[in-house]
Structures are given as C-alpha cells and as structure tokens.
C-alpha cells in the first residue's frame, strides 16, 4: 500500500493550490552524502513537474478515455501525486475531476488517514450525487471507523437521495452498527435492484446471510451498468412471480435470524422507521 510522502505545495494553471507537506532539508550534509542530497532534489522537483502534467492532464480531458489515461498516470506517480489528488477531491470546481478524484483516493490510496478524512467530510456533502453515494458505499468496505457519525446523518437525512442512504446503512452496517438492518429491511423488499444489492451486502455483513443464501437471486435477472438498472416493458406475471420469491426469501430469512440472531432481529420486529 503507498505510504504518504511529504511532498510539495504547488498552484496548478486553473487555479487552485495543491497544497502538501515540505520536506524538510538537512544542511551541513557531509561531502560524501551532498550528492544524494542533489539526487533526491532533482527527482523531487521532476516529481513535481510529472504530477502538474498529470494533473493539468486530467482537468482538460474532453472525455472519458482522456480522464482515464491522466488517471492511470496519477496512479503511477503514487504517494507524488497523493496531495494533488486529495485537494482535487476537495476543492476542484469541475465535478468530473473531484469524481476521479474520490476514485483515485477510494482505489488507490484507502490506507492513507488524510483521504479517508476527505472521503467522509467533504465526499458525504459534496453537491455531486454519484460522489457522495461513493463515499457512503465505500467508506464501510474500508472499515473507516470515524466516518460512523457522518455516514448515520446521510441515512437519517430524508432529503438525500435514497440510493446513497442505503449505501450509508450497507456501510454503518460493515461498521458493527447493528440498528440499522431496520433501515435496510425495507431495501431488501424493493423493486429496485440497487436497493435490494447495496441492502443485501448489509445484512450480510451483519449476520452473514443474504436473501441469496435462501432458494433466490436478488439480481432478479435485472441488467445494470453503472449503477443504472435497465428499464423493460411492465411483465404482469413475471414481476409478481419475481416478488413473490422475494417476499418468500424474505420470510426465510428472517425466521432464520430469529432463531439464529435474535439480538439483530429485535431491531425489525415491531419497528418502524
């Protein structure tokens, strides 16, 4: 896993500063060391050099192969372009640089304690919806602790968007927090496949059974691609078939994490939420 460097404080052309930490230089260096010494600067100031291209790179790409290209090179760069990437993902106007941006800290850099802060303070309230979903889905497959509070605002909050509030559960889920199944049982019954997938892997996380586990696949034979479910003609027959094995693995269920789990399921019977 990449480990922080301290690094630079650079201004990239469109106007926002990429800020990091200095590297602190030794003087009265011997003569034998001084060469080194000039080594190291030199490859910290073409370091730099290659993180601005990288960068300027990705903010004027025109599409997605472009971005994808001046991402893979940010990636190669490693802990050089950790500090350009966090404040991109922070600060930067355009949506489509701070998304790679997230991407790269989520993929990339999940150790590193600064961009998990990013992930949870800036990443849950980022005006861009597709971002804070991201952070909300991945914040509890990387086991960030801190961001418990936050990601527990996203699902209360009845004006987010749904998808990321059950996202936020799936991750509280992964956190250990066991109330909120309450929220996730509702996903786990809905005609959307996101729903029913992000709500799925957080009862897993907590019993370790999904719907799956009893004579169902909660795909339902749904096509998505990016997270965007395939939308067919209305099926009478085979869409109430689909619910009723949905419903039936539901029962399964939870009759079995009654008996199995009866400290999960006393946060479902007889709650609303």
Known sequence: ?????SLVALM????????????????????????????????????VKDVKEAFSAL????????????????????????????????????????????????EHFPADEQAREVMFEQGLSDNLPRIRYICAFSLGDLKVHEAHRRLRHVMDDPAEDELTRYAAAKSLAQLGEQDVIAFLYDGLGSDHYMYRYVSNLGIEALSGKDLNDFDYDYSEGVFVSGGVEAKGPRRPIEDNEARVSRYRAMVSYFRWLRDAHPELFKHVAGKSW
């Open 1 to 5: 896993m990449a480990r922080i460097s």
């Open 12 to 47: 990239f052309s469109s106007g926002f500063a990429v800020a990091g930490d200095a590297t602190s230089k030794t003087f009265g260096a011997s003569e034998a060391t001084q060469p080194e010494v000039a080594e190291s600067g030199q490859d910290a100031e073409s370091d």
């Open 59 to 106: 903010e004027s790409a025109s599409d997605w192969r472009q971005r994808r290209d001046a991402a893979k090179r940010l990636v190669e760069l490693g802990d050089s372009a950790l500090s350009a990437i966090r404040r991109g993902a922070k600060d930067h106007t355009a949506k489509e640089v701070r998304e790679h941006c997230f991407t790269l800290l989520i």
